[in-house]
């Protein structure tokens, strides 16, 4: 039971909800597309995306709990770490296990899907495989890559590779939606490393937000905030998305005190977080909200 209820905090089921949204958002789009896919092949898609990240997560805070970081972490809800492994230690290498055990799910389908719809899937899984790998051990200690690699992942790598193994195609409409989640889960890992910063720096993490301080990183946080409504205003007005697609913009409601937060309050951890919460609402609603928007569009 303390087994199962460790690997349930590793997993970090409300993180999920991020993967969720995206999925919905992938599957919108197809249906927006004109194409007909598969509901049995889609909830193989999203067991495959939903295991990657539960994998990324359970080996993230393993090798975090292995070099020390969770013990060191001060918690906050949108921390690296749950810091179950630091509660329950003798579970440590079961959990680890487990993530190794959802890598394999995620090669399994990966082989399947690339037997369904060919070779040209193959650089996104390899892709997607390298960055749950070595994210902890390589990608955190170098942080331009450190910056983008989260976007990347959830965004074109994630999108695109589920678009066409629904629809056998790839679509410029899913590769300009996935750059708008490319600006969305960068910034939602670019702020909630402020927390954890100095204990990051502890055990050897090198991110961008060591690299240039708090000033400069508020400023990368709130032009990808801004950059990702640029492009959904320029695929509207561009004919790429439908006037529906603009329920995205009611996010401004909240991406607006969030921006005046990072601005002015970078240094300040604790006024700064009120805007993590903040942060979280916006990378999920804006995609979940454009998704509504497309399946209000169809015919």
Same mark, same amino acid.
């Given at each position: 039971m303390k087994l199962l209820k460790s690997f349930l905090e590793v997993a970090r089921p409300p993180f &999920?909800?991020?993967?969720l949204v995206i999925m919905a958002l992938v599957a919108a789009t197809a249906s927006y597309e004109g194409f007909d896919w598969s509901s049995p092949l889609f909830m193989l898609v999203l067991l495959g995306a939903v295991s990657a990240h539960i994998s990324v997560n359970i080996l993230n805070e393993y090798e975090d709990y292995e070099s020390g970081l969770d013990a060191m972490t001060e918690r906050t809800p949108f921390s690296g770490g749950s810091g179950a492994l630091v509660k329950n230690p003798q579970a440590a290498e079961a959990v680890g296990s487990l993530g !190794? &055990?959802? &890598?394999?799910?995620v090669v399994s389908l990966g082989v399947f899907f690339v037997y369904l719809r060919g070779w040209e899937l193959l650089p996104i899984g390899i892709a997607g495989i390298l960055l749950i790998l070595f994210y902890t051990s390589k990608i955190t200690r170098r942080p331009w890559l450190c910056l983008i690699s989260p976007g990347i992942a959830f965004g074109p790598l994630m999108m695109t590779g589920s678009y066409f193994v629904l629809t056998g195609e790839y679509s410029w409409v899913i590769f300009g939606l996935s750059t708008i989640v490319f600006f969305l889960v960068n910034n939602l890992l670019l702020l909630n490393q402020f927390p954890d910063e100095e204990a990051d720096r502890k055990v050897g993490r090198f991110n961008i937000l060591m690299h240039l301080g708090s000033e400069s990183s508020s400023v990368i946080f709130n032009s990808f905030l801004g950059l990702s409504y640029l492009? &959904?205003? !320029?695929?509207?007005i561009d004919g790429w998305l439908p006037y529906w697609a603009g329920l995205g913009f009611f996010t401004l409601i909240l991406a607006w005190p969030l921006r005046v937060t990072v601005k002015y309050h970078h240094h300040s951890l604790t006024k700064l977080l009120p805007a993590l919460g903040l942060n979280v609402s916006v990378v999920l609603l804006m995609p979940s909200l454009i998704a509504v928007g497309l399946v209000l569009a169809l015919p």
């Open positions: &999920l909800l991020l993967t !190794y &055990l959802f &890598l394999g799910i492009v &959904l205003a !320029y695929m509207i």
